[in-house]
């Protein structure tokens, strides 16, 4: 079974340019999340996506981030413009949970390590 | 939202003893409590879960328990090896999935 592919791998731009990351998670998970892993912390929740409605996006910053999950398969995180503190791995991960009150193992895509110069 | 804090940040063991990580939970209403083991440069992978229906989960040479009352749950981890080194990270949940800050292992030989 493929696992969650994300791309690119690694990115390096300068501050105030745009980024995008796309996610494909595992066939039949239908939710979707992303996460910003800075160095030497958790992951922390940007947005949650089941199918293709946002379950939880408080942790977006909304004024730069944009995230969406057309036809609920894969998924796009964007960032514009970027700023030197968004250098991190982004990563993303599926589960099977269909229904919003059920949570069950993530499974994460490579991430997709950003650095802001 | 939920958050979650996780102790200590990092913990040094010789190899053949036990470790202990502790996390702790706001939201009451949280019912499903993972763990995930990431080696450096890699992706988090579940090593063992726990649901709030449950108190105690064992597997091999990990186990987890969960006080509702307390608001905390714990992984124990018997028997360390050097390859058990890495970092760990409890979650919490209920709708979304939110992670302590992480706990660095080290397993001495």
């Known amino acids: 079974e493929a696992g969650v592919a994300q791309s690119p791998r690694y990115k390096i731009i300068e501050k105030r340019q745009s980024v995008a990351f796309w996610c494909n998670p595992i066939?039949?998970?239908?939710?979707l999340y992303w996460y910003q892993q800075i160095l030497g912390q958790g992951p922390k929740l940007l947005i949650q996506f089941q199918n293709n409605g946002v379950v939880d996006d408080s942790q977006l910053p909304k004024d730069r981030f944009s995230a969406e999950r057309l036809k609920g398969v894969d998924s796009t995180l964007k960032i514009q413009p970027a700023k030197l503190e968004d250098s991190a791995v982004y990563l993303c991960?599926?589960?099977?949970?269909?229904?919003?009150?059920?949570?069950?193992?993530?499974?994460f895509g490579e991430g997709s390590r950003l650095t802001v110069l | 939202g939920e958050n979650v804090e996780q102790h200590p940040s990092t913990l040094s063991v010789q190899e053949g003893d036990s470790a202990v990580i502790k996390c702790t939970y706001s939201d009451s209403a949280s019912n499903y409590f993972p763990w995930y083991k990431q080696e450096l440069g890699k992706r988090p992978q579940l090593i063992i879960d726990i649901r709030s229906n449950v108190g105690e989960k064992k597997d091999q040479r990990i186990a987890v328990t969960l006080n509702k009352t307390a608001k905390h749950f714990s992984l124990h981890i018997t028997e360390t090896q050097p390859e058990d080194s890495a970092v760990y990270f409890c979650?919490?949940?209920?709708?979304?999935?939110?992670f302590g800050a992480g706990t660095r292992l080290t397993v001495k030989p």
């Open positions: 979650a919490a949940s209920l709708r979304d999935m939110r």
């Open positions: 991960a599926s589960s099977l949970a269909r229904d919003s009150l059920w949570v069950g193992e993530l499974f």
């Open positions: 066939s039949g998970h239908a939710t």
